[in-house]
C-alpha cells in the first residue's frame, strides 16, 4: 500500500501541497482497511512524501515528477522507520534537498531478505549515492561488505562500524558516520558519580548492535571511579514485543538492587526504563532518593510516570554528516580518503536522578 501511495505522490496524482481525502474515505477508495492507510501514509511521512497534521490531515509535500531535480537521489536504507532512526532519514533529508536532491527511505525490517532486496532496488533504480544502516550479523560478513564496497555509487554506513579485529579485514573502504555509543556509557556513570552515587547497577540487553559499545564504556568508567557492580549487572536478550516478559525479569532485578543496597541504574533500553521504574515503586523504592535511574536513548521508549535522565544518541547529527560525506564523495569523486566519524551523544537531564 505505501508502495502505491508513494507512486500516486510522487507521479502528480495529488497537487503539491494539497490535502489528501480522509483515512476512512482513501480506504474505502483503494479497498483495504484504514489501519493499512495509517500505517502507509505514517511511512510516506517519514520519507518527506506527506505531512500529517493534527487536525488538518495530510498534505502532500512529495514534487511531481515533473519538477527537475538539480541535486541527487539518495537512498537510504535502515532497519526501521518507525522506531530509533527516523531522525537519521530526516537529517540526511535536511542536507540532500538543501542542495536540491531528493531521498528514497526504505526499511529493512530488521530481515535480511528484505535488506538484500531494498539494495537490488536502489542499485536497479539509479540512484546515484546510499546511506545504509546494515542489519548486524549482515556487517559481520565479508561477503555483505564487499557487496557495499563494490557498489558503483558512493556508499556511507551509518550507526555501524566494520569489524577490524581478529581475523576480520581492517582495510575497508567504507565510510562511516556513528554514534559514540562507548563514550555514552562513560557519560552515564560519570554522572551518577557527580550525584553522589556509589553503587551502580547496569541493566541492559546483550550482543546487540550497540550494546556491547555501551557495557565496555560503562565498565570501564566504573573501572576507573571505582564504582561498586558486581551482582547489580544484568545483561539479557529480550524481545521488547513481550512486555510480560520484561516485566517479570525487570522484578526479579529489582529484588537484587535491594538486597545489595544499589543506590543508581544505568538502564540501557529506553523501552524497559518504564518497567523499572514502575518495579521500582513496587518494591518502595523512592526515584531518585533511594535508587538513581539513568536510560540510554529516549527513542522507543514507554510513557514514563517522571522524565528520565538519558545519555542520548545524537542521530540527526549522525544522518546530517552522512549526507555530507556523500555529497563529498559526489563532488570530488568515490575515490576519496575514507573517514570514520564518531558523534558525541547528549546528555538530557531529568527528575531520575
Known amino acids: 500500500m505505501a508502495a502505491r501511495l508513494r507512486q500516486q505522490v510522487r507521479g502528480g496524482s495529488w497537487p503539491h501541497l494539497s490535502r489528501l481525502p480522509p483515512d476512512a474515505d482513501l480506504a474505502r477508495h483503494l479497498g483495504v482497511g484504514t489501519n493499512t492507510v495509517r500505517r502507509a501514509l505514517t511511512l510516506l511521512h517519514t520519507e518527506g512524501l506527506v505531512e500529517r497534521r493534527r487536525g488538518s490531515g495530510t498534505v502532500v509535500l512529495g514534487q511531481p515528477s515533473s519538477i527537475e531535480q538539480t541535486g541527487p537521489r539518495v537512498g ?6 518507525t522506531r530509533y532512526f527516523p531522525p537519521l532519514v530526516r537529517g540526511v533529508r535536511d542536507v540532500v534537498e538543501a542542495g536540491g536532491g531528493t531521498v528514497v527511505a526504505r526499511p529493512s525490517d530488521h530481515g535480511a531478505a528484505q535488506e538484500s532486496a531494498v539494495l537490488d532496488d536502489f542499485c536497479s533504480s539509479g540512484l546515484e549515492a546510499m546511506v545504509v544502516v546494515p542489519l548486524t550479523p549482515s556487517l559481520a560478513t565479508p561477503q555483505f561488505r564487499d557487496r557495499l564496497e563494490s557498489l558503483e555509487v558512493p556508499v556511507v554506513v551509518a550507526e555501524r562500524l566494520p569489524p577490524v579485529s581478529g581475523a576480520e579485514r581492517g582495510d575497508s573502504r567504507l565510510s562511516c558516520v556513528v554514534s559514540d ?10 554522572h551518577l558519580v557527580r550525584a553522589g552515587r556509589s553503587r551502580i547497577g547496569l541493566l541492559s540487553s546483550r550482543d546487540t548492535a ?6 565496555s564504556g560503562f565498565t570501564q568508567a566504573a573501572h576507573d571511579l571505582g564504582v561498586a557492580v558486581g551482582q547489580a549487572t544484568l545483561r ?3 524481545d521488547w514485543r513481550r512486555p510480560q516478559q520484561i516485566r517479570r525479569t525487570v522484578r526479579g532485578y529489582v529484588s537484587t538492587l535491594v538486597q545489595t543496597g544499589t543506590d543508581a541504574v544505568v538502564c540501557f533500553d529506553s523501552t524497559v526504563v518504564s518497567a523499572l521504574l514502575r518495579e521500582l515503586e513496587a518494591a518502595g523504592c523512592r526515584v531518585p532518593d533511594d535508587v538513581a535511574v539513568i536510560t540510554y536513548d529516549e527513542e522507543g521508549g514507554h510513557p514514563t510516570p517522571i522524565p528520565v535522565t538519558a545519555v542520548v544518541p545524537d542521530r540527526g547529527e549522525v544522518g546530517r ?13 568515490i575515490q576519496i580518503p575514507v573517514t570514520q566519524t564518531l558523534v558525541s551523544p547528549d546528555l538530557v537531564l531529568g527528575a531520575s536522578t
Do not use: C, I, K
Open 236 to 238: 539479557w536478550r529480550y
Open 76 to 81: 537510504v536504507l535502515v532497519p526501521s522507520l
Open 210 to 215: 550497540t550494546s556491547e559499545d555501551f557495557h
Open 181 to 190: 555509543v562507548r563514550r555514552g556509557g562513560l557519560m552515564a556513570v560519570h
Open 321 to 333: 554528516l552522512a549526507a555530507h560525506v556523500l555529497l563529498r564523495q559526489l563532488d570530488r569523486g
